[in-house]
């Protein structure tokens, strides 16, 4: 008898399928979650582009609804009630980058002219965007555009050119906008257009009116990344199907099918003008250009090293980033204490509390989820502080040197300075400020301390340039011999007080009958700069006085003071040729004007002036003559002096010098006696003597003086020779003779 078998065929009843093990059963499920969490990524960037195609595809329906909305209107009809202000102002709002742009440039703006204003709100086509059409719960917004382009009469492109025979369209423009991602500012678009006729009355059919070609929905300016897949669907209006699509200028790694799918993986940033195409069964094309910008991969720019002042609120410092697709998101690591990041924006803010050098790693995600880092180096840091040096005082002339301080701050330093006296300048490098003042007044100045991050500090001082040392000169001065002089003071200036006060050497300057240095009697006081007492000697004195500052500068001044009566000139003896015009002119200085002249033993043929003491004449008589010249004040003093006057000739009576004493001493009671003798006399010679002391005589013809003086005295002596010519000739001689 059989044994009866179970459903599984096994002749023993045992289930083979119920040997697999809890451990196989674990494991297959591990595995089945990991395949599962692999196809997440995929699963979610599939329904992304789902609901891409699916949001493009209700927007194509939208602009197809639009057109036929605009068909339904008389085409004279399309403008009614859009005012010519809503107008204006809806064109003016559309922006460069709209889809729309293109459009408007090939129309003119058209209005209702009996509308009134703001009228075009309820327009049949009305001017503001229409309240949101909200499809499969997506919100969409319809804008209108209604404007006039020509068309020649032979057909072609209809635009804003009006010529002979041109025909009149409206040229209605439709945009549908809705939210969406991977588009631009993530705002998409569809936008169409169509033609109306102009006329007032409905068209009648005509059998033999050409096919027209399909029109192409523009789907408006395009978004994509680089390695972010891409999908769009592209729509036409009209035309005889099948429509066969195709494009040109893709971006590398996108197709177009001949449905109208634009797909792929975009494989290089730019952007790209793209040329869509369809072509109907009567091989008829319509064609629409929009752009498709591929972003690169999103790259944050290097921002190399930051440096932030410890304890002040950091300048926002916001990160470049290159490529991408917004929105991005922001995170940053290591950041100094004090310092947050906006996630949003990437922007780092905060006060830096503690000074240090940190490495701070940014991370950036865009909305496609692709991510990029950047490493760089934050410091934060001491700023430099300026110590004002404050009020500083130089002489003009004196050269200075300030040099700041600074504390805080990062090596190097760079320097600045405005409003520096003339004659100074500052060490780019050191601060050291430097040079000579050369200008008087008071300046304001302004130091910047500029560290090696930038950080500066300022300090603002007057610097004041007081005058060079000067010294004014006194006027020349005038004091009688022998009375109290008025005091003289030495005025000085500028430079650095106190003031030292000294009469010394006069190198240069000094004219004949002038005495370089004080008049005797004199006195400078060194820490006044008084000069007073009596001078003594009559004279016409130089005085130089020389001023020393405390800082060691020396000026001078020079001026000449005249003790007198004095007889500036003549002082020294004169000579003259015998026959020969005589003039000596005379001068005096000191006392009170006007003078008096006296003069005593002048040559023979000469005399003098007693207003001006100028000696003139023709000589005469040669021989040795002593002057005395006497100058006398108003008030009476005077100064007299005694010169000797020579007058010479070759052939004409002279006494010898070799016999004649210039000057003779006898001691009285003492026997005396010299002879005289003389060259050029004519015939016999005639001796004759004037002032001759007591108990001396001369011999007449042998020209012999002698005798015993018997008074003592000083006794100006004139020995005088002449001889037996028809016109005798004269020769004088005179001396001092003094007997004591």
Not at 6 to 34: K, Q, V, W, Y
Not at 66 to 73: A, K
Not at 98 to 108: E, F, G, I, N, R
Request: hydrophobic share 40%.
């Amino acid at each position: 008898m059989r044994r009866p078998t179970d459903r599984s065929g096994h002749p023993d009843g045992a289930d083979r399928e119920a040997g697999f093990s809890l451990i196989e059963l674990m494991t297959a499920m591990t595995l089945i979650g990991i395949v599962m969490a692999s196809l997440t990524g995929f699963f979610t960037n599939a329904l992304r582009t789902t609901n891409a195609l699916s949001n493009s595809q209700t927007a194509v329906q939208l602009v197809s609804d639009s057109l036929e909305r605009v068909r339904s209107l008389r085409g004279s009809s399309v403008a009614t009630g859009r005012d010519s202000a809503s107008v204006q102002a809806q064109w003016a709002a559309v922006p460069t980058g709209s889809p729309v742009a293109p459009y408007l440039d090939t129309m003119q703006p058209a209005w209702d002219a009996t509308a009134l204003l703001q009228a075009g709100k309820t327009a049949p086509l009305p001017t503001e965007p229409e309240l949101p059409i909200t499809l499969n719960d997506v919100p969409y917004t319809r804008t209108w555009y209604v404007g006039q382009c020509w068309q020649p009469p032979l057909g072609g492109e209809c635009t804003t050119a009006q010529t002979s025979g041109s025909v009149l369209f409206y040229r209605v423009v439709t945009l549908i906008t809705w939210r969406g991602t991977g588009c631009p500012a993530n705002t998409c678009s569809q936008v169409a257009a169509t033609l109306v006729n102009s006329a007032s009355t409905d068209p009648v059919f005509n059998a033999k009116e050409a096919a027209q070609a399909p029109q192409v929905v523009n789907p408006g300016p395009q978004a994509g990344e680089v390695t972010v897949p891409f999908q769009l669907s592209l729509a036409a209006i009209g035309g005889a199907p099948p429509l066969i699509w195709s494009a040109t200028n893709l971006p590398p790694g996108l197709t177009m099918s001949s449905d109208g799918n634009l797909v792929g993986t975009p494989t290089s940033a730019g952007t790209y003008t793209v040329v869509a195409s369809a072509t109907d069964g009567f091989g008829l094309v319509g064609s629409a250009a929009f752009t498709v910008a591929v972003a690169a991969l999103p790259v944050i720019a290097d921002p190399r090293t930051i440096a932030t002042k410890v304890g002040t609120a950091a300048t926002p410092f916001t990160p470049t980033v290159t490529g991408g697709t917004a929105p991005f998101t922001w995170a940053a690591t290591d950041l100094p204490t004090g310092l947050t990041i906006n996630a949003a924006t990437g922007t780092i803010t905060g006060t830096p509390t503690t000074v240090g050098t940190k490495t701070v790693t940014l991370t950036l995600t865009d909305t496609y989820g692709k991510t990029d880092t950047r490493a760089f180096t934050w410091i934060v840091a001491t700023p430099p502080v300026l110590s004002n040096p404050g009020a500083k005082s130089s002489v003009a002339g004196t050269a200075t040197t300030v040099t700041p301080a600074v504390t805080g701050g990062t090596a190097p330093f760079t320097w600045a300075a405005t409003g520096l006296p003339a004659g100074l300048t500052v060490d780019a490098k050191t601060g050291t400020i430097t040079g000579t003042p050369t200008t008087v007044g008071t300046k304001t100045v302004t130091l910047t301390v500029t560290d090696a991050y930038g950080w500066t500090d300022t300090a603002t001082f007057t610097w004041a340039v007081t005058p060079a040392l000067g010294v004014a000169t006194p006027a020349d001065q005038n004091t009688l011999t022998n009375t109290a002089a008025t005091s003289v003071q030495i005025v000085a200036s500028g430079g650095v007080a106190p003031y030292r006060y000294s009469a010394t050497a006069v190198p240069s300057g000094v004219q004949y009958g002038q005495t370089p240095g004080l008049p005797p009697g004199l006195t400078l006081d060194p820490a006044s700069g008084v000069i007073s007492g009596k001078p003594t000697l009559a004279g016409e004195y130089v005085v130089r006085v020389t001023v020393t500052d405390a800082a060691g500068k020396t000026v001078y001044t020079q001026f000449v003071w005249a003790v007198g009566p004095y007889v500036k000139w003549p002082r020294e003896d004169q000579t003259g040729a015998l026959g020969s015009v005589f003039t000596v002119p005379a001068s005096a200085v000191g006392g009170t004007k006007p003078y008096t002249w006296y003069a005593t033993n002048l040559p023979d043929g000469v005399s003098y002036d007693p207003a001006t003491g100028s000696v003139t004449g023709t000589l005469a008589a040669a021989g040795r003559y002593v002057v005395t010249f006497r100058v006398t004040d108003a008030k009476g003093y005077y100064e007299q002096l005694s010169l000797i006057c020579t007058v010479t000739t070759s052939t004409g009576l002279q006494i010898t010098s070799a016999s004649a004493p210039t000057a003779r001493s006898t001691r009285r009671g003492q026997a005396d006696t010299f002879t005289l003798s003389a060259s050029g006399a004519t015939g016999l010679k005639t001796w004759s003597a004037t002032g001759l002391p007591p108990g001396m005589s001369i011999n007449s013809n042998a020209g012999v003086v002698s005798g015993i003086p018997t008074a003592a005295g000083t006794y100006t002596t004139k020995i005088t020779v002449t001889d037996s010519s028809p016109t005798p000739k004269k020769s004088n001689w005179m001396f001092v003779w003094t007997v004591t």
